[in-house]
Structures are given as C-alpha cells and as structure tokens.
T-cell receptor, first 113, second 113 residues
C-alpha cells in the first residue's frame, strides 16, 4: 500500500543534541512538507519541498534543517538552536502543489529531556 | 498574511446531537478548502474538500461542509453525531494553487455516549 512512513514514532533527545526525523513516501508525490503540531496551535509549517534538491522555509523554520536528495525522502533535523523542540512532528506529501490536498504520515513525538 | 480561524476550540455534544463547526479564512481570491480529522492515536485524514462547483460538499462518515464565498466561511456539519466522531478537526485553506496549505488551530470534539 502506498503511504508515508515516519520514524521513529517516539524520540527522546538530550538538550544540545541534534536529531533527525525520517519521512519516506512511496506515493510518487512531488511535494513534501513538515509541520509541527502543538496543543491549541494547530499545524505550523516548518519546511516544504516541491522538487528534489530544492526546499523553502515555512513559518517556523528557525532551528530546523531539511534535505531533499531523493524524491521519496524528506528528513528533518531538529538542531540544538531550536529553543522549544518538544512537539509532535508531521510529514505530509502532495501530488504537486498544496491545492490537491495532503497525505499525512503518522507523526513523530519528540521529547527533549 | 492568510489566516484560518476556527471558532470553537473545544466542543462537547451528546450522541445524536447535530454538529456545526465554524471556519473562516482571510484570503479574498480563489481558494481550495479542506477539513481534516485526527482521531485519537491516528494520523490526520481528509474528511472532505472543495475545489469548485457545488458549494455544498459531502465527505466521509456523513459529514458535509458549505462554502459561502461572501462570508469567507467553510463550516462543517453533521446532522447526528456518534461517539466515534470524537476527534480533533482542522479546517485548512490553499490560496490560488499556492504551494502550501494553511491550517486552523483545530477544534476538539468530544461526544458523550
């Protein structure tokens, strides 16, 4: 079955460490997105990519980095510069643009300890 | 900047009650509109979407939404809710085939058995 796989489901990180969240899709979608979900704040866009080797900052990109070396993969690195990294992170993909709607992964819950 | 407002953060209803969740957006041009649902412990799923045509859109599980352009609204409705409708609901907007979708802050719906 086609879909989006995010791993791991739960992740614990010590303060000052970088951590990378994985997102893989086998839907042959061009566009991929990373959102952060916090209680009462909805989904906020971190980064997105329309094609391989290209990506754009979203509304809350500070403290995060991404890469898009393959169409299927869009990993997110949460760096030590992110002041409040504890959150639920969602990866999504779309056929081309956001106009077509997203397919979401099951998310990664990151906790800084 | 475009924004999406969901009127209620938390709604509690009894089974068989009627439901209406409000959603307003700020963009005055052509939009594509979505409602997503997140059941407890599950990933975000598309409930319904509006691209063009009939402003009354029917989705899965008996949900429908009406696009009223003059009011910049896209309210979600269901005539009779069930306990299994307990979830968080997100309204989302894509403006004029932009690359991304903007989400509201979500409404937590709790149905009493």
């Amino acid at each position: 079955d086609g879909g989006i796989t995010q791993s791991p489901k739960y992740l614990f990180r010590k303060e000052g460490q970088n951590v990378t969240l994985s997102c893989e899709q086998n839907l042959n979608h061009d566009a991929m997105y990373w959102y952060r979900q916090d209680p009462g704040q909805g989904l906020r866009l971190i980064y997105y990519s329309q094609i391989v080797n290209d990506f754009q900052k979203g509304d809350i990109a500070e403290g995060y980095s991404v890469s898009r070396e393959k169409k299927e993969s869009f990993p997110l690195t949460v760096t030590s510069a992110q002041k409040n990294p504890t959150a639920f992170y969602l990866c999504a993909s779309s056929i081309r643009q956001g106009a077509y709607g997203y397919t979401f992964g099951s998310g990664t819950r990151l906790t800084v300890v | 900047a475009q924004s999406v407002s969901q009127h209620n953060h938390h709604v509690i209803l009894s089974e068989a009650a009627s439901l209406e969740l409000g959603c307003n957006y700020s963009y005055g041009g052509t939009v594509n509109l979505f409602w997503y649902v997140q059941y407890p412990g599950q990933h975000l799923q598309l409930l319904l979407k509006y691209f063009s045509g009939d402003p009354l859109v029917k989705g899965i599980k008996g949900f429908e939404a009406e696009f009223i352009k003059s009011k910049f609204s896209f309210n979600l409705r269901k005539p009779s809710v069930q306990w299994s409708d307990t979830a968080e609901y997100f309204c989302a907007v894509n403006e004029n085939r932009d690359d991304k979708i903007i989400f509201g802050k979500g409404t937590r719906l709790h149905i009493l058995p």
